[in-house]
């Protein structure tokens, strides 16, 4: 793509809406999400002219973000003691039975793809993750969202490699539980 049809920065803040939602999801802090946006805005001004069209303006918006995601992950786990892994709320093994088999067979869900193009889906599951407690929200978020290797999110987090996998398996297991009694229970668009 030539400099003359690259992004516009009118064009970029458009997206500054979904960014922010993003960030947030990532950061669980609105004022460090509005920095990480505004860091990424900028630098996506600035490198407008690389911008080589291989993806749309919002994708690639979100890969600057991601970096500047990771760039305040790095600066508050060098300001801040890591988290504990303690369990914080429901007993996971309540979930399974002695021999392993889940106690309680989950809940069948209609239509999983369905659910993902209702925004209300991502509603309920921004109040899962932010319900989670923080390393482990940001150690789901950076693996099934931003798609970072294990290496990476132990770097990131100053965590063993089997503490990242216990985190995000207890991720999954709580965010289960969580989507199923406010979404899929409860019936699309009646989470609340």
């Not at 760039?71 to 914080?88: N, Y």
């Not at 889940?102 to 793809?113: D, T």
């Not at 996998?165 to 969580?178: D, E, I, K, T």
Request: aromatic share 8%; glycine share 6%; proline share 5%.
């Amino acid at each position: 793509m030539s400099p003359e049809s690259s992004p516009t920065p009118l064009e970029m803040e458009r997206h500054r809406p979904y960014l922010l939602r993003f960030a947030l999801l990532q950061l669980r802090d609105r004022s460090a999400a509005e920095d990480a946006v505004q860091e990424a805005l900028l630098a996506a001004i600035q490198g407008a002219s690389r911008f080589a069209g291989q993806s749309s303006v919002r994708t690639w918006l979100v890969g600057i973000l991601k970096h500047k995601i990771i760039d305040s992950v790095r600066k508050a786990s060098r300001e801040q003691p890591i988290e504990s892994l303690e369990d914080r709320g429901e007993d996971l093994d309540a979930f399974f039975a002695d021999d392993g088999h889940f106690a309680e067979v989950p809940q069948q869900w209609a239509s999983p793809e369905r659910s993902l193009e209702e925004r209300g889906f991502f509603d309920a599951l921004e109040r899962c993750l932010q319900s989670l407690p923080r390393n482990t929200a940001r150690a789901f978020t950076m693996r099934e969202v931003m798609g970072l290797e294990t290496d990476e999110i132990c770097k990131e987090l100053r965590i063993s490699t089997s503490n990242c996998w216990v985190m995000l398996y207890r991720a999954r297991m709580s965010l289960r539980a969580c989507l199923e009694r406010t979404w899929f229970l409860a019936g699309p668009g009646k989470a609340g």
